[in-house]
């Protein structure tokens, strides 16, 4: 059952659908408009009529035009496919109703219009009012009506009106001959059109156009002027630049402008420039000019525009103050080939006599004033809209500034500047790509940043591609947010002596760029650990036998060869020992190798020679001596013998020469280190008591005792 009903629906769709589609007869034209025009062509004879079709253009299509009175038959002329159609003034009746229809036909049938019922005595069409004379001053114009002619009465007059840059006209409906416009823009060409009715009759055709100029006044308002610094905000790189007066404000003919330059040194310029001969100073089309001075050292500038009759108020704009240009608030785009969006947030910072925002954009690596434009944004909005026709894949770097006026100066501030593409692709290759510093482990990579010209969109990222040949890759992603900066990587673990393959692309919103390649191969790995653990074991080792050897040297009081001298204390001079002092009384002569002569200039303890005596030997010479001299010498004095007096003042001789060979030769140190009991007895004679000597705290301090030196 299901399957028959089908095949039924289908069969009733094949007899119906050609039918659809299958041409048909034609539309029915619109009601026909008719009129007896007067004028040189038809002198009010003829009824001309015109009506609106609808025909298909695959099938040809005529159409008839047809007539009759309530008393007369039918009558019709067929005109083809022409939308246009005459009836003879032998073929209608004057003064009676007359009605007019139009027929379509073609192959496929006919269609018939509504029928237009009207007296032939209302239709009748004066021929357009010519306008005779126009007051330029007050944008006054009179014209002449035909009606007159046509023994006729006046009836209705129209006038419409428009600007020579305008599309729309203005229409107005007058009672006389005459129409005067009140507040026209100065210095503007008007277009006027007039038409007018007879009674009986139907409306003239409009008039043919007539132009007339407004006079001339001073400019009113003033300069738009802005600079281009291209995409560094420095001064000396900008060029003036201003919008051209629109001709409501121009107000005339403007002949030139005049521009004052304000310096940092408190001197100014002032230029006067007319656009018939500017000299190569001033650069104008319809829309901007802009000024070809340097602005280096500039701090302001004040343009205005001037014609015949008067000048503008001066326009004032500060220059940047260098050193202060970053970006402090953040700007989002929506931008296409036709339409660039911008908005911020509020600055952290609003400054009191913020006046308005100024956002601009400039496109890349054009020249001065070309893809350039700037709008003034009140200062309570935070989005501007700039209209343009923005080239894919170019950058346009759009920024936003503040202006801020006060009693004693004004002030331009640079907020923010953003990158910006209408639409981006992918970047090309890096100009550069190197490595470098190649390790076993690891190596550098270094890359030149691409052009902003050749990016061709905003770059996330660069991405390193490692390939080490064993089917084995890795992936880096280098951030890119510094766009222009060139860049270094750091490539880790790597396998020494290994051969590798590296890629590097640039990464935008469209996708991945050209690569770049470098081939490199690591460093066979080097047993570092092995060799420091060697050097350290070889050193060690020397530590040790340097120590040992001391020990041996200290345990003989022999100074160690391989330490340095810095290691011990101070050496104290040997002279001044008592030991020394009782040693001269026991030998006389032994005073001449512990002294050294003057003559050398660096003396030195080795010079002291140790004889070895045996102490059962000395000890005994010595109590022979003693005894000897006690019984021998003489008495002179304070109670000394006689030798040992002679002694001391032979030991005092000495030492005084000693000491002066000691301050000669910068021995001072080792003469000073004498103890207070040697400085209180200095001129005292030698006690011979043995405990004394050992109890000396210079002998305790610096020399060996007694039984060491004999022992």
Known sequence: MATFRTRWRLSILLVILPNCFAPGPPAAPSLPDCSIPCGETNNCEDIHCSWDARPDPQITTNYSLHWGTA??????????????????????PSHEELRVWVQAKNQHGSAKSLEAVFNTADIMKPPPPKVTSSHKESLEIDWISTCDELLLSLGSCYVRHRTEADQDWLEEEVGSLGYTFDSPQPNTVYEFQVRCSCVPGLLSDWSATHRIRSTETAPVGELDVWKDCGISQASSDCVLIWKTLPISQACGLILGYEVRL????????????????????????????????SLKDVSSVSVSAYNAHGATVPSYLPMPIPGKEKDEQALHLVMNEEHLNVSWDLPSQLLDNLKEYVLQY???????????????????????????????YTPYQVSLFTVSHSSSSSQVHHLSSVIGYSLQGTPSSVPSF???????????????SIPLSKQNGLILYYQVVVDSGVNRQNVYNVNASLQHENKTFKLLHLSPGQEYEVRLRAVTAAGPGANATAKFKTKHHEDFALLIAVVLGILFVVVICVLAFCSVCRGENKACPLVPPFF????????????FRHMMHQTNDSLAWICIPVYEPHPKIS?????????????????????TDRLTRPVVGDGCLQMDCQDDQREEAVTEECHRTDHRYRREEYSKMVDSDEERDREDCWSS???????????????????EILV
């Open 71 to 92: 008393n007369r038959e039918e009558g019709h002329v067929i005109n083809g496919p022409s939308l246009f159609g005459i009836i003879q003034r032998e073929h209608f």
């Open 262 to 293: 304000s310096y940092n040194n408190s001197t100014a310029v002032l230029v006067n420039m007319s656009t018939a001969e500017p000299r190569g100073r001033l650069l104008c089309d319809e829309m901007q000019c802009h000024f070809t001075f």
């Open 362 to 392: 400039k496109q890349a690596g054009s020249p001065p004033c070309q893809g350039f434009d700037w709008v003034k944004v009140n200062k309570s909005q935070t989005t501007g809209f700039l209209k343009g026709q923005y080239t894919k």
């Open 434 to 448: 190197k490595v470098f510093s190649i390790a076993a482990t690891h190596v550098y990579l270094f890359w030149e």
């Open 568 to 579: 011990y204390d101070k050496v104290p001079d040997a002279r001044n020992s008592h030991i």
């Open 607 to 627: 010079l002291l020679e140790v004889v070895e005596i045996q102490p059962w030997a000395f000890k005994s010479s010595l109590e022979k001596t003693t005894d």
């Open 689 to 707: 008591t043995e405990e004394e000597q050992l109890t000396s705290g210079y002998e305790k301090h610096f020399m060996p005792t007694a039984f």
